[in-house]
Structures are given as structure tokens and as C-alpha cells.
């Protein structure tokens, strides 16, 4: 009896055991947030277990775990400032579970979802209201996926790879990609210097007051996102006329500690790419690099080039909250330079060159270090500290008359250096007014900018030697452009019920430029020997503040559409470039003012779709005392150009897009099958209003096509991709006064209207992807570019028909 007993109370206290265990098992209740339209990860989220009683936030990959939860039903139930409140159920049933969260939008909920594949296969979509410490909502902006393209990457093609934003003028001069020439609704294209530039988040042109130039170009292979937001930046980013433009590396592989990515291309007229990245994340460290070497013969002669870039990102994540990061960039590069030609050279022979003895070389060096941290579900903030040490130097024969043939004389040598730094700091906060949620941003930003110009007299060599000659009358400007830049920016998000959002937005600028140095004017005799060398001493400096503001305003009356419209101011201050670099054709007003104007964008657009993309829009430019060239005839009766104000202008017109995968539309059940067409048109008109220069109101704006247009296809089967793009831009002209002939030095005249058509071919096997292009299909001859200075002065004709062929190996 005893026995029985004892055995029965055991069994009973073991039965008991397990049940309580069983009862009281701990398991984790985790989940992927990501963004319906493109399958991004939403950072930032707020997920709420049950009534709220616990919260987390999603980290950068929009992951959350709850842990320590017992069997049972539970509800996720999530608010972001993008998308609306969605809920969902899980249930714990003896595991952990895992699931996965899809929103759609603000203006729908999100129930209980099975999602298979719903990313974009595009590579083309848009900014999302709130991202990356930055607010966009009513803002044209696009954003180019180089992952996703079918396109040559290994050249930076940029007809190819920008082929889908509206409006863009690009400057074709060399089929290397070393240097990206874009512009759009009337602005310069050169070096995209009407665009803030960035990488990462911060500033890479030469510098971003005094000389906003860009001469690096990452390279697209490396290139995660290129984000590009309209004259409405200028609130955020700066003060330009055309808005922002920035690289987002790619970032480090999640879910492996090394990942190699190897790329070979070989090409046309000698071109060969190396591009190799490693990437990888060990624990709360995170890892991504690469190196490229790149050559190149060029289409004409004289046009050898040699390119080396490195890039390492290294990020360490001490939490869920905090993240600290730094990244290096360093490229070099060193080209020769065929010139310009004349309209009559250009029709003759467009491959000619009468130049061997112009190089062009260029060293940039880019540190960058950046800090995230959250301080709880509604208050983040970012810090950047960035530098720039760098040197572009020019080296050449390159008089006025472009068909003179070269006399070895001394070349005319350009050096200039730059010392920059700077610092810029964002706060967002997410709070309530009137139960509706409001969205704050603030920041702030420090530049300090440092360059040397010297300009003088080369060596009578054909090397790349860039060595003044050794001689007092051998240097004939030295400046140095020391500048200072203090910025406050604010803009806020107010929703009024659920479909119409406000976002009105300031900011504060505070700039200091000074131009410190001396010019001279050098006498010669028939010989071309110096007789005589006059300093002409030179002190100027310029300080102003002022105050822009914009509004953007966002209708969605349903989920897939956005209607939207924004205000906002534009400044561009006078650059050193337009102060004093001495050009034997061009003759600079000492009177150049800054130039003022604003940008309006009204427009309709799809959103969170995967089918078809439209982008429909009309802008109007104000450009006031805008800065431009015209020609005249001195007293010697030469043909000169002066660089000054010329007056206002006007630019407005249409810009449509339009995309759509007619096969997956016609048979959605055959996810291996697509078909994609798209159309971008812009119908620009433009005039100057009002100029105190004769002959010129009522002119046409330079650098603006009245026809844009970009169309193609891309066809697609399992693995196998292949695309077809036809680009043409009508006539365009290259000064303020209209001229139609380009003369004896070719920089000012009409730009023809083109036509080009470009083919592209993919393929992904296993581990391997073979791609090829072939630019150019018909071999037309054209040209985009009239250059002023370097690197012609003179038609720089574009590259003709073209083949490139890259093997991809990733490990």
C-alpha cells in the first residue's frame, strides 16, 4: 500500500511537471515588415503585440521579434508614417513563428495576406513619403534600381541607365563613363554641376558652392539606387535649380559572412572593365567593397584613358537603435583628349583629331563617416561628417581657332586642388495633431570649402606632364577660393484625413565666398615669344543670407494614385569658374550677380503598383539673372564670348512617363513571362523674358530640346532578358543668342537633332550572368556637347556603334 502510494504521488508530480512546462514553454513571435509595391523592407515601424501592451520597432532589414510568449493567439497590429495601420493574427502553437507583414498603403488595411512575388521587375520606381531620414512626400522623384536593368553598366551609359526619368539632357562626349553630364528643363548639363550631387547621403562635386562639378561617377555596378528628386530638393539638400542626385551604394549581403562578386567586360576600341566587390556581415559587423580598373582606346584618336576606384563601407550596429559607420571612396584617372572640332571638321571626318598633346587627370579622395540613432518609436537622428581632398588638372593646346594645327608651343595648364569638409545633422519626429499622425524634420549643416586655381604655361611635350614651364611670366592666374556655407532646414508633414497631406517647408542659408589671387595678361611677339606678363592683383568677397521656402501638397484619392503638386525657391550662387578662369575666347562680366528663380511641379502618378507605372507632369521654371554665354565682336574685330547675367528666362512644358508589362497582364498566371513597354516624352517650351543683352528676348534657352523622348522594350523569359531603346532629342541650341553656326571656334551653335537606338542582352545561370550591349545600332553620327574650354573647345562628337560583352561570376 505504501508502495502504491509512494509510485502513485511520482507519477502524479511527473504528469504535473509536464503539464506546467508545457503551460508555461517561452517561444518568439517574429516578422519581416516590408512594403507591398517593391518588396522593401520598411525600417522604423512600429509593431504593436496584442492591445499595445508591447512594441517594438523594426531594425534596418524591417525584422522584429517579441520574445518569451507563451501558446496562445496573438494580434500585430503596425502604424507607419507611409502606410496605413495594418493588423494581423498569429498563433503560437508549441514553436516559435515567423511572419510576414505586407502594407500597401495609408489608405487601405492590410488584413491577413499571402504574398508569392510582388516586386517590380521594372527598376524604376519612386521615393516613399518618409526614407532614409529624408521627406518627399508631394516631390517629383524617381529612383533607378542598376540591379534591375538591362542596360550596359560597365560603361555607365547613362542613355541607357536614366532612360526612364522625364526630361534629362545628357552629354555624350566619351564612351568610358568616367564623368556623368546631366541636365534637364534648361540647365547646364556640364559635369551635373546644376544638381546637388551626393553619395550616400553626402556631397562628392568638387565643391558644392565655389565649383559644384562633379568629376567622379561611381561606378553603376556598385550602385544599389540612384535617387533622384526635382528642383524641390532645394529645401533638403541645397539651393540648386535642378535638385538632387544620389548614389546609394550597395549595401553588405545580411545572411553571409562573404559573398565575392567578380565582373569582366570586354569592349569596342579596346575597353576592358575589372569590377570586383566583397561584401559580407559578420555579428554586428556589416562589410562592402570593391575595386575597378577600367581602359580604353576611345572612338577617335587621342582618346586613351585609365581608370582606378576603390570604395569600403563598414558599419557596426551596437543595437537595434544605434549604428555607427564609415566609408572611403578614392578614384583616379588619367585620359587623353582628341579636342574639338569645327561644324566643317565634324562633317568631313567626326572621328578626326588634331590634338595628341591634352590630358586630363583627376584624383578624388572621399571619407565620409555617419551615425543613426533612435531614440525611441518617434524620434530619429543621423549625423554625417564628410571630407573631399582632391585635384583635377588640365593640360593642352586649345587655341580659339579649333582647326589651327598645334605649333608645339607651350600647352595652357589648369591645376586645381580642393580641401573640403563638412557636417550636416537630421532629427525626424513622428507626433499627433488631432489624433492624425505629423511628421517633423530638421537639420542643419556646416561647409567649409577650400580651392587652389592655377593657370599658366605648360611644357612644349606630348606627355601627360603636368609641370609649369620655369618661368616668372609662366603663371598667369592664382587664386584661392576659400568659402563657408551655414544651412538650417525644416520641413513638416501635416495630414489632413486620410487621402490629402500638406508639407509646407523652410530653410536657412548663410554663404561667405572669397576670391583671393591675381591674373595676368601676357604680350607676344609674331613668334610667339612672351615680351611681356601684367599682374593685375584681385580681392573680392561676397556674403548673403536669405531665407527659401516651399510647399508641396499629396492627394491620393485612391490606393494607386497620387496627386501632387510643389513650390519651392531656388538660389545658385556665382562659382569661381564663373569669376576668373582665363579662356582665350571668353570674355567674363565683373558684374555677375547670383542667380534666383523657383520651380513648380504639378503632376498625377501611380503608386504601389506591379503592373504598369505612370508619372504625368507639368513644371514651370523661373530663372531669374540666369548666367550664360553669348558672342560679340571686339574692337579687332574677333568673335568673342561673354560669361555674364543674361536676363530671365522662362521654361515650361510636360513631362510623361509611362511603363506597363503587357504580357503579365495579358497571362498573370505565367510568372516566367514578361513584356515590358514604356514612353518618355518631355514637351518643353522656352523663352528669355527680359535681358538687358540685345537680341535675345523672345530667344529660345539654351541646352532645352523642344522633343524628348525615350521608348523601348524589355522582354524576358525565366533567366533570359533582353531590351531595345530608341532615343531622340530634337534641336537644341548652345547660347543665348540663337546662333546657328558654330564658326572658327565651334563652342556656341546649333546641336542638331538625333536619333539612337541601343540593344542589351541578359542571361543568369547558376552562379554566372552573361550580359551584352550594343550601343549605337544604326553607327549614327552625332553630337550633344559644343565644349567652352576643356575638354575641346568644340564639337566633341559621340561615340559611333559599339559592343560590349561582360561575364559575371558570384561566389
Not at 291 to 304: A, E, I, M, V
Not at 458 to 470: P, R
Not at 590 to 599: A, I, R, V
Given at each position: 500500500m505504501i508502495r502504491f502510494t509512494v509510485f502513485s504521488f511520482l507519477a502524479f508530480a511527473l504528469i504535473l511537471c509536464g503539464l506546467t512546462h508545457s503551460s508555461f514553454a517561452q517561444y518568439q513571435l517574429s516578422g519581416t515588415v516590408r512594403a507591398w509595391h517593391d518588396s522593401v523592407a520598411v525600417k522604423s515601424c512600429t509593431?504593436?503585440?496584442?492591445?499595445?501592451?508591447?512594441?517594438?520597432?523594426?531594425?534596418?532589414?524591417?525584422?522584429?521579434?517579441?520574445?518569451?510568449?507563451?501558446?496562445?493567439?496573438?494580434?500585430?497590429?503596425?502604424?507607419?508614417?507611409?502606410?496605413?495601420?495594418?493588423?494581423?493574427?498569429?498563433?503560437?502553437?508549441?514553436?516559435?513563428?515567423?511572419?510576414?507583414?505586407?502594407?500597401?498603403?495609408?489608405?487601405?488595411?492590410?488584413?491577413?495576406?499571402?504574398?508569392?512575388?510582388?516586386?517590380?521587375?521594372?527598376?524604376?520606381?519612386?521615393?516613399?513619403?518618409?526614407?532614409?531620414?529624408?521627406?518627399?512626400?508631394?516631390?517629383?522623384?524617381?529612383?533607378?534600381?542598376?540591379?534591375?536593368?538591362?542596360?550596359?553598366?560597365?560603361?555607365?551609359?547613362?542613355?541607357q541607365i536614366y532612360a526612364r526619368v522625364a526630361g534629362l539632357n545628357i552629354w555624350e562626349n566619351e564612351g568610358a563613363g568616367l564623368q556623368l553630364s546631366i541636365g534637364g528643363r534648361g540647365l547646364d548639363p556640364n559635369r551635373s554641376s546644376n544638381f546637388n550631387v551626393r553619395q550616400n547621403g553626402y556631397d562628392i562635386s568638387a565643391d558644392a558652392l565655389g565649383y559644384p562639378e562633379s568629376y567622379y561617377t561611381p561606378p553603376t555596378e556598385a550602385v544599389g539606387r540612384i535617387q533622384i528628386v526635382r528642383g524641390a530638393a532645394s529645401l533638403q539638400y541645397g539651393t540648386q535649380f535642378g535638385g538632387l542626385l544620389n548614389f546609394v551604394m550597395k549595401k553588405p549581403v545580411a545572411d553571409r559572412k562573404f559573398e565575392l562578386i567578380i565582373r569582366q567586360t570586354l569592349g569596342s576600341f579596346g575597353f576592358y572593365n575589372a569590377f570586383t566587390s566583397a561584401s559580407g556581415t559578420v555579428g554586428k559587423l556589416s562589410y562592402y567593397t570593391y575595386?575597378?580598373?577600367?581602359?580604353?582606346?576611345?572612338?577617335?584618336?587621342?582618346?586613351?584613358f585609365t581608370n582606378y576606384t576603390a570604395f569600403a563601407d563598414i558599419d557596426y550596429r551596437f543595437s537595434e537603435n544605434t549604428s555607427l559607420g564609415f566609408d572611403i571612396t578614392q578614384m583616379s584617372y588619367l585620359a587623353q583628349q582628341p579636342g574639338g572640332l569645327t561644324d566643317g571638321m565634324f562633317r568631313a571626318d567626326p572621328r578626326q583629331s588634331n590634338r595628341e598633346r591634352n590630358w586630363f587627370n583627376v584624383n578624388w579622395t572621399m571619407p565620409a563617416l555617419h551615425f543613426d540613432h533612435r531614440f525611441n518609436a518617434n524620434n530619429e537622428f543621423n549625423l554625417r561628417l564628410f571630407g573631399l581632398y582632391a585635384y583635377r588638372y588640365s593640360l593642352g593646346f586649345r587655341p580659339n581657332r579649333v582647326a589651327s594645327i598645334d605649333?608645339?608651343?607651350?600647352?595652357?595648364?589648369?591645376?586645381?586642388?580642393?580641401?573640403?569638409?563638412?557636417?550636416?545633422?537630421?532629427?525626424?519626429?513622428?507626433?499627433?495633431?488631432?489624433?492624425?499622425?505629423?511628421?517633423?524634420?530638421?537639420?542643419?549643416?556646416?561647409?567649409?570649402?577650400?580651392?587652389h586655381s592655377i593657370q599658366g604655361l605648360?611644357?612644349?611635350?606630348?606627355?601627360?606632364?603636368?609641370?609649369?614651364?620655369?618661368n616668372e611670366q609662366a603663371i598667369q592666374s592664382d587664386y584661392q577660393f576659400p568659402n563657408r556655407n551655414v544651412a538650417l532646414f525644416a520641413e513638416n508633414i501635416l495630414y489632413v484625413g486620410d487621402k490629402l497631406s500638406v508639407t509646407p517647408g523652410l530653410r536657412y542659408e548663410y554663404i561667405h565666398t572669397?576670391?583671393?589671387?591675381?591674373?595676368?595678361?601676357?604680350?607676344?611677339?609674331?613668334?610667339?615669344?612672351?615680351?611681356?606678363?601684367?599682374?593685375?592683383?584681385?580681392?573680392?568677397?561676397?556674403?548673403?543670407?536669405?531665407?527659401?521656402?516651399?510647399?508641396?501638397?499629396?492627394?491620393?484619392?485612391?490606393?494607386?494614385?497620387?496627386?501632387?503638386?510643389?513650390?519651392s525657391q531656388n538660389y545658385r550662387s556665382i562659382t569661381f569658374s564663373d569669376m576668373r578662369i582665363a579662356n582665350p575666347s571668353m570674355v567674363i562680366d565683373?558684374?555677375?550677380?547670383?542667380?534666383?528663380?523657383?520651380?513648380l511641379d504639378l503632376g498625377i502618378r501611380s503608386t504601389q503598383t506591379t503592373l504598369y507605372n505612370f508619372d504625368v507632369s507639368t513644371f514651370y521654371l523661373n530663372y531669374n539673372n540666369r548666367i550664360g554665354e553669348v558672342q560679340f565682336y571686339d574692337q579687332n574685330d574677333r568673335v568673342?564670348?561673354?560669361?555674364?547675367?543674361?536676363?530671365?528666362?522662362?521654361?515650361?512644358?510636360?513631362?510623361?512617363?509611362?511603363?506597363?508589362?503587357?504580357?503579365?497582364?495579358?497571362?498573370?498566371?505565367?510568372?516566367?513571362?514578361?513584356?515590358?513597354?514604356?514612353?518618355?516624352?518631355?514637351?518643353?517650351?522656352?523663352?528669355?523674358n527680359a535681358s538687358e543683352v540685345a537680341g535675345v528676348v523672345g530667344n529660345q534657352v539654351e541646352f532645352v530640346p523642344n522633343v524628348n523622348l525615350k521608348s523601348g522594350v524589355r522582354l524576358g523569359y525565366k533567366n533570359l532578358k533582353a531590351s531595345f531603346q530608341y532615343t531622340y532629342l530634337s534641336d537644341q541650341f548652345s547660347d543665348a543668342t540663337n546662333a546657328r553656326e558654330g564658326g572658327v571656334s565651334a563652342v556656341i551653335g546649333l546641336i542638331p537633332a538625333y536619333a539612337i537606338m541601343d540593344a542589351s542582352l541578359s542571361y543568369q545561370f547558376s552562379r554566372f550572368r552573361l550580359e551584352g550591349s550594343l550601343n549605337n545600332l544604326a553607327n549614327r553620327t552625332y553630337f550633344t556637347r559644343r565644349a567652352t574650354g576643356y575638354p575641346g573647345p568644340g564639337i566633341l562628337p559621340s561615340d559611333g556603334r559599339s559592343v560590349y560583352v561582360t561575364l559575371q561570376v558570384k561566389l
Open positions: 509593431v504593436y503585440l496584442n492591445n499595445g501592451r508591447r512594441s517594438m520597432l523594426t531594425d534596418s532589414l524591417g525584422k522584429f521579434v517579441f520574445d518569451n510568449l507563451p501558446n496562445g493567439q496573438y494580434i500585430l497590429q503596425t502604424t507607419c508614417p507611409d502606410f496605413k495601420a495594418s493588423k494581423q493574427n498569429a498563433t503560437i502553437d508549441g514553436r516559435s513563428q515567423d511572419v510576414a507583414i505586407w502594407l500597401v498603403s495609408r489608405l487601405e488595411t492590410l488584413s491577413e495576406v499571402t504574398v508569392t512575388d510582388k516586386q517590380s521587375d521594372f527598376g524604376f520606381t519612386r521615393m516613399r513619403g518618409v526614407e532614409n531620414m529624408g521627406i518627399y512626400e508631394g516631390k517629383k522623384s524617381e529612383v533607378i534600381i542598376p540591379e534591375q536593368l538591362v542596360a550596359n553598366l560597365s560603361t555607365n551609359n547613362a542613355r575595386f575597378q580598373y577600367k581602359k580604353g582606346g576611345g572612338w577617335r584618336p587621342n582618346s586613351n605649333d608645339n608651343s607651350e600647352r595652357d595648364l589648369i591645376k586645381g586642388d580642393f580641401q573640403n569638409w563638412g557636417t550636416e545633422a537630421r532629427y525626424l519626429k513622428r507626433y499627433y495633431v488631432a489624433n492624425k499622425q505629423a511628421i517633423l524634420l530638421v537639420g542643419g549643416r556646416y561647409y567649409h570649402g577650400y580651392n605648360g611644357s612644349t611635350g606630348k606627355s601627360a606632364d603636368f609641370n609649369f614651364i620655369d572669397t576670391a583671393d589671387g591675381f591674373y595676368g595678361t601676357i604680350t607676344r611677339d609674331l613668334a610667339g615669344n612672351i615680351l611681356s606678363s601684367i599682374r593685375t592683383n584681385e580681392y573680392r568677397t561676397n556674403s548673403r543670407q536669405f531665407v527659401l521656402a516651399g510647399l508641396g501638397i499629396s492627394y491620393k484619392p485612391a490606393a494607386t494614385l497620387d496627386i501632387y503638386g510643389n513650390l565683373p558684374n555677375l550677380q547670383d542667380e534666383k528663380g523657383y520651380s568673342l564670348r561673354r560669361r555674364g547675367n543674361i536676363g530671365q528666362a522662362i521654361i515650361m512644358g510636360l513631362e510623361t512617363y509611362a511603363e506597363g508589362d503587357f504580357l503579365r497582364m495579358a497571362n498573370p498566371k505565367n510568372p516566367n513571362l514578361s513584356g515590358v513597354l514604356f514612353a518618355n516624352v518631355a514637351l518643353i517650351r522656352s523663352r528669355y
